[in-house]
């Protein structure tokens, strides 16, 4: 967009999502609602019986150039 740093839709954002110490169960497309620079949102369903440790890898690409990011987040779900 004009004015921003950077190009939103030059961009793939994904989010591998599981088990802590396991391979990851889900992938979620992240969207750029274009509300808030570098800010990019997607939702994700808690499966069920779902409980403990998981851990969300986000991962950006920069499609133009190859750059490419990641960070983590761990968090614990507890259904019931």
Do not use: H, M
């Amino acid at each position: 967009a004009e004015g921003e740093p950077w190009i939103p839709s030059d961009f793939q954002v994904t989010a591998s999502i599981g088990p802590v110490g396991q391979p990851a169960t889900d992938l979620v497309t992240l969207s750029f609602p274009g509300t808030s620079p570098s800010l990019f949102c997607g939702s994700y369903t808690v499966p069920a019986g779902a409980t403990g440790y998981y851990q969300a890898v986000v991962t950006a690409v920069q499609r133009s150039t190859g750059n490419t990011g990641t960070g983590t987040a761990t968090f614990f779900i507890k259904v019931g």
